[in-house]
């Protein structure tokens, strides 16, 4: 187990890392969310031993590892950047982790060709690396990371450089091969999508602070501030200003019920967040509030159509099913369902979190 | 940044250490060591204190060879980077004849000075050179050993054929590494051949012409060789430089003292001019700091 | 602004092409609109890029000629050929300033000195530049030197096309966006023919009215983004657009039947006797679950919650499907599913089949 106690990291005067401390198991796979600059890289290299943390602890199964140089420390990394010894062959590529180990050939041979049919790289093994595309180049320094037989790999935005379908099929496979493995596997992204899609844990940072770190479906639905929301929402959240009077939610034109966990909350303003994909472009069952707004874009991802709406300071945005083409500047009905509402107090803490069916937690 | 906390790694830059202490820092303290002193052989010193660099700085023979140095340098340098440019220009970007023309303009730089200096003493040769036999058959009446204009083009011509083709290889190297998509867009904008130069080659060639400029300056203001192989300095003094007058006094004249602090004075100036150059060059043009906005 | 026409175009990086491998550009015979967005789409190496080099001037192709406006000029060199195009990497010219970027394409071509000013003022106005007008060009952000490569192009009002190379490549992701809706913006106010290259299905759909799919040097599709995602022409569009992808399942025609192993499926149209491989294609949004026996069983191997929905990946018979779960949805026990029939396409050789009635 990796764990991390106050772990803070100062350059000159700015803290790239505050305060952050996680405990990591074996044959896990935590993933670190955020926006660029968030510190996800910064975390990864304290992790790895290429950094030495200002303050806090770092201990490997209960021994403080500070000041351990990365040599011995048993750790692969992965960088966004397709990093493999351009002249090498695959096959030699894959094996130089076992080479500088020292181990038999057979053994080498073995596991290369094994990492490599489950990277799909086998009938690539006696190219060169130069010869090859974007996502084999990158297929082979993952499959170099897995031989290492790591007791902690670190991947830094691996699929960044990839084509969007290929990094589909991998976003898939990967978890399994992780998981087979055995090692602790942090894995750094800008995207939700590409947490949700690993699954695991995952970390959500904001400026060096680990906001919130758990199961990720949990940590996604429910975010215990509006800062976590945020990070971890893709297309962004929509927040919202509004006002609790006489025990009802008042926002934009409309009046809706307080949801239940949030009515000890006192009179006074609180924010509203709601997903896109729980504003809809039709009438549900009829519950739902409609509000008119005009459309300010349009865009289309193949089988959805964003729709982002504005209206003087507030600006929506609506995911919804199949295509559409709006017309721009034209008004619309929005119809929202305050049982998928996340409301959030005057200190932007969560109070209440869409209601959600058992299974689907599970 | 901490990057790592094996100390070992010091030992690994004693290699360097050692040989730079023997290549240069022993050499130099040995020579501020003459330049402070009086030597009549014998290992006989007498402390001079600064007495060498005043008569130095006092001598009109050493400011004459450092302006002879300096005419020099500007001239070099007006021919070479102009002319480097122009040849890096007209060099083929693909094609067999690549390696054809690299090779060829690889040649001259082989070359060691003094080879180059006879070549050009023995070819401007009225009697037995081929360019002063042609001259002096033209009419022409060429005679480097006499004529002091004579000289002079001699050992630019000499040095232009000897060192622009290091200008012409670096310029090449910053010209083939411009992507495509520049030409191809200037392509699409309409832009004439000399926009084209003006405003794409040139401003992505700066960088190496930096360094083209420094080295042909430092390179053309240390000129020793030529000179020293086609006349021996002469006709007169007038192709004396700075290096030539320094050679004759500590070997020829055997004053220890007075060549060291000259050699001294003379290394300052070139890191002066060199910093200044470097200074101005980079700053030319360059970004000013993005002011930082919300 | 013209309308270009691909006259059964065709190129082959070999001198003497000989089989249809040869070729990394088959035959492409179409006529694309005066003032269409148009978006060329594929993965790495599907001949989009050398399409697109054709249409520039980069390329003389093999086969077939290019016609801008009914006029031949598959011999003219770029420059002649009056286009503009934005590259995936910015291309600015660093010594000058915003302004001078700008001015440039127009001194160039001898535009006189006032016309030039109020262009320029007009179009930095147009790409929201107003505040850097004087500053060097090198000093911005990408997104901003892309800007002004695109403003290069629109400065000059008789363009006869724009052309996009993966323009967003260096861009930072939440810039995209903004860029995105910028360009489809200056596309309806200045009404250009604009051709955009990428491999990115969103930057396809969300920019262009039509949608040209590429595959292995083939044009398999070219439709509106509605075409390509309820009938997709060719197995490989219905894998390229959306995520996932559509499910492809080979099965056995009888009439207005589909046979997969055991099971049969009513398709509502009826199929003629196809001889080449037959494929059933059906999105993973319109496989319902159901408890009606006609259903279709399935096995479930893994079902990924992937927040506004969840992706349940099985078999169906043996063949791998995947279906998609609302929200509030679950799965049931020895659950079946059904596959939505007006939303079923057939394919015969990978190619779309037509059924009647």
Known sequence: ?362 | ?294 | MARITLDKIAHSYLPSPKSDADFSLKEIDHDWHDGGAYALLGPSGCGKTTLLNIISGLLTPSKGNILFDGENVTDLPTELRNIAQVFQFPVIYDTMTVAQNLAFPLANRHVARDEIDRRVSEMIEILDLGDKADRKARGLTADEKQKISLGRGLVRHDVNAILFDEPLTVIDPHMKWQLRTKLKELHRQLGHTMIYVTHDQTEALTFADKVVVMYEGEVVQIGTPEDLFDRPAHTFVGYFIGSPGMNVISCELDGKKARIGESTISLGKAYGKDTGKIELGIRPEFVKFTNKKSGLPFQVEAVENIGRFRIARGSVEGHGITALLQEGEVVPDSPRVAFEKDRINIYSDSHIVEGKG
């Open chain 1, 1 to 362: 187990m990796l764990e991390l106690v106050n772990v803070g990291k100062k350059v000159g005067n700015i803290d790239h890392i505050s305060n952050v401390s996680m405990k990591l198991e074996r044959g896990s796979l935590n993933v670190l969310l955020g926006p660029t600059l968030s510190g996800k890289t910064s975390l990864m290299r304290l992790l790895a031993g290429l950094d030495r943390p200002t303050s806090g602890d770092i201990l490997m199964d209960g021994e403080s590892v500070v000041g351990v140089p990365v040599q011995k420390r048993n750790v692969a990394m992965v960088y966004q950047q397709f990093i493999n010894y351009p002249a090498m062959t695959v096959y030699e590529n894959i094996a130089s982790p076992m080479r500088v180990a020292k181990r038999d050939r057979a053994e080498v041979d073995r596991r290369v060709l094994e990492a490599a049919e489950l990277m799909k790289m086998t009938p690539y093994l006696d190219r060169t690396v130069l010869n090859l595309s974007g996502g084999q180049q990158q297929r082979t320094a993952l499959a170099r990371a897995l031989v290492k037989d790591a007791g902690l790999v670190l991947l830094d935005e691996p699929l960044a450089n990839l084509d969007y379908k290929l990094r589909e099929e991998l976003r898939i496979e990967l978890p399994r091969i992780f998981a087979e493995t055995g090692a602790i596997f942090v894995y750094a992204t800008t995207e939700p999508q590409e947490a949700l899609l690993l699954g695991g844990d995952t970390a959500t940072l904001h400026e060096g602070r680990v906001t919130q770190f758990g199961r990720t479906i949990d940590v996604y639905n429910q975010p215990g501030d509006l800062l976590t929301a945020q990070t971890f929402s893709d297309p962004p959240m929509n927040v919202v200003p509004a006002e609790i009077r006489s025990g009802k939610l008042h926002f934009l034109d409309a009046v809706a019920p307080l949801p239940t966990p949030a009515s000890n909350l006192p009179e006074g303003s609180c924010k509203i967040g709601f997903r896109p994909h729980h504003a809809a472009l039709t009438p549900g069952n009829g519950n739902e509030l409609k509000i008119d707004l005009p459309v300010a874009a349009s865009e289309i991802t193949g089988s959805e159509t964003f729709v982002h709406l504005e209206d003087g300071q507030s600006r929506l945005v609506v995911l919804s099913h199949g295509i559409h083409n709006m017309k721009i500047g034209s008004t619309v009905s929005v119809y929202l369902d305050p049982r998928k509402f996340f409301v959030f107090d005057s200190a932007d803490q969560l109070v209440a979190a869409p209601v959600l069916n058992q299974a689907e937690v599970a």
């Open chain 2, 1 to 294: 940044m901490d990057k790592t906390y094996n100390n070992r790694a010091w030992l690994l830059v004693i290699p360097v250490f050692v040989l730079v202490a023997l290549s240069a820092i022993i050499p130099i303290m040995t020579v501020v060591n003459y330049s402070v002193q009086d030597t009549f052989g014998g290992n006989q010193f007498f402390w001079a204190g600064t007495e060498w660099f005043q008569d130095v700085l006092r001598s009109e023979r050493f400011w004459n060879a450092m302006s002879r140095n300096l005419v020099f340098s500007v001239i070099i340098l007006a021919i070479e980077i102009p002319l480097g440019i122009a040849i890096a220009l007209a060099m083929p970007r693909k094609g067999i004849w690549v390696p054809v023309c690299l090779v060829l303009m690889a040649l001259p730089l082989l070359i060691p000075w003094n080879v180059v200096g006879t070549i050009w003493q023995i070819f401007g040769r009225a009697d037995i050179g081929l360019m002063g036999y042609l001259l002096s058959e033209l009419g022409i009446n060429y005679n480097y050993a006499s004529n002091v204009l004579d000289a002079w083009v001699t050992i630019i011509i000499m040095d232009v054929w000897h060192w622009t083709s290091l200008v012409v290889l670096l310029c090449y190297a910053g010209l083939v590494s411009i992507p495509d998509a520049y030409y191809q867009a200037a392509r699409i904008d309409g832009a004439s051949r000399w926009s084209v130069f003006r405003y794409i080659q040139l401003p992505k060639l700066r960088g190496v012409l930096i360094i083209a400029f420094l080295l042909r300056f430092m390179d053309s203001f240390m000129i020793y060789t030529e000179p020293f192989v086609l006349t021996g300095g002469g006709p007169g003094n007038s192709t004396t430089f700075t290096s030539i007058d320094l050679v004759k006094q500590a070997v020829g004249q055997f004053d220890l003292g007075p060549a060291a602090a000259m050699s001294l004075i003379y290394q300052l100036v070139v890191l002066l001019v060199c910093y200044v150059f470097y200074t101005v060059m980079t700053n030319v043009g360059a970004d000013k700091p993005v002011e930082v906005e919300d």
